[in-house]
């Protein structure tokens, strides 16, 4: 199921809060820069994951955290290489995919998504959403919550 929302990402009650995030290991600007002040233990393991080559597009970056409500996981999904350079549509296309193979295998029941590659990315949102949908939107056993400002 997928639903929007307006509200605070970094706030959100859902086990899992997907960020945007560069392979090169930097969270300067917008929400990766508020999720890095947030979380700087996802931030290291991101930022040392990128200086290995482990961080691709593509590909998902997750840390999980225990929580007296139980595991919460951030998931730093590459929509560009470069914080320098905008996002790509093929980017945020493979991403999803391998996002939807993270949910499933990790057993999360309910994910934040921000706009993916918009913003900063300078994608166009009308593109990004129906990829969302069509790459997402049969889970059953997963919320997917789109954020889509305050």
């Known amino acids: 199921m997928i639903r929007s929302t307006q509200g605070d990402l970094l706030h959100a009650p859902e086990h899992a809060i997907t960020n945007?995030?560069?392979?090169v290991g930097v969270m300067g600007k917008g929400l990766a820069l508020q999720l890095k002040?947030?979380?700087?233990?996802?931030?290291?393991?991101?930022?040392?994951?990128?200086?290995?080559?482990?961080v691709k597009?593509?590909?998902?970056?997750?840390?999980?955290?225990?929580?007296?409500?139980?595991?919460?996981?951030?998931?730093n999904f590459p929509t560009?290489?470069?914080?320098?350079h905008p996002s790509r549509l093929e980017w945020v296309e493979s991403?999803?995919?391998?996002?939807?193979?993270?949910?499933?295998a990790e057993g999360i029941r309910s994910v934040a998504l921000p706009k993916l590659g918009c913003g900063l990315?300078?994608?166009d949102w009308n593109k990004v959403r129906p990829l969302i949908d069509t790459i997402l939107g049969d889970l059953e056993d997963v919320e997917?919550?789109?954020y889509e400002g305050r």
């Open 20 to 23: 945007a995030v560069n392979t």
């Open 37 to 54: 002040q947030r979380f700087p233990d996802n931030f290291r393991a991101y930022a040392a994951a990128c200086q290995t080559g482990e």
């Open 57 to 75: 597009v593509g590909r998902m970056f997750v840390t999980r955290r225990e929580t007296p409500e139980g595991p919460r996981w951030i998931i």
């Open 80 to 84: 560009k290489q470069d914080w320098r």
């Open 95 to 104: 991403g999803l995919h391998d996002l939807r193979r993270v949910l499933l």
């Open 121 to 123: 990315g300078g994608l």
């Open 144 to 146: 997917v919550v789109v």
